[in-house]
């Protein structure tokens, strides 16, 4: 384990479902981040959080909504989903945003998602 | 836009071979990181290169850079099956921590 936590690890979802991903760390890090990793593509950064503000919306459609109640924590709450939303979403965190620089990113497990 | 371009895509050996995949990158950086996916698995972070560091060993890792080129590369020596994984650099050109993923390199180490 690598102390981010993420769940569900699989969920599958019909277009008019509203769902959400959790993302729990406790390494004291206070910057967190959602990326989606499609099949065969680079990993796509989406948000990123630094101390609970959100500072990067990475021009991601409105059916993605993300929400920090505090450093540990991380949602991304889902609703209208399209098929082309299918994929691997990743949660990482890193002692700040500035820490990344030198020290990566941690990441967890992964939430597959499949939108039927 | 992708800035951490993998190479090969894929790549298979067999255990005790060494693997050597490549990073390209198109725009100045301040680091490079490589990071390990096994399959359905989050990515775990193996080593980081600074841009004034021209090569770093990690274990059986060696990872090497070449600014002038904008490029980087990645050896894995005397490969095990559990070196199974997709291999991923990437790089961080502002000051803001925020990296850029290529789509990664598969290796394959068969017993």
């Known amino acids: 384990e690598t102390g981010v936590t993420q769940t569900p690890r699989h969920l599958v979802m019909g277009m008019t479902n509203k769902k959400s991903l959790k993302c729990e760390q406790h390494?004291?890090?206070?910057?967190m981040y959602w990326y989606k990793q499609s099949a065969k593509k680079p990993l796509e950064l989406m948000f990123v959080y630094n101390f609970k503000e959100q500072t990067e919306n990475n021009s991601v459609p409105s059916r993605f909504s993300p929400e920090c109640p505090n450093s540990s924590h991380l949602f991304l709450h889902l609703h209208t989903l399209q098929p082309e939303d299918s994929a691997l979403y990743l949660c990482a965190s890193s002692q700040d945003r500035g820490a990344a620089r030198n020290y990566g990113y941690t990441f967890g497990s992964g939430t597959r998602l499949t939108v039927v | 836009s992708q800035q951490g371009e993998e190479d090969p895509q894929a790549l298979s050996i067999q255990e005790g071979e060494n693997a050597t995949m490549n990073c390209s990158y198109k725009?100045?950086?301040?680091?490079l990181q490589w990071y390990r996916q096994n399959s359905g698995r989050g990515l775990v972070h193996l080593i980081l290169?600074?841009?004034?560091?021209r090569e770093k060993h990690s274990g059986r890792l060696r990872v090497t850079l070449d600014t002038s080129k904008k490029s980087s590369s990645l050896l894995i020596t005397a490969s095990r099956a559990a070196d199974t994984a997709s291999y991923f650099c990437a790089t961080d050109s502002d000051s803001w921590g925020k990296f850029q993923f290529g789509a990664g390199t598969q290796v394959v180490v068969t017993p």
């Open positions: 725009t100045s950086i301040n680091n």
């Open positions: 390494l004291g890090h206070n910057a």
């Open positions: 290169i600074r841009s004034n560091e």
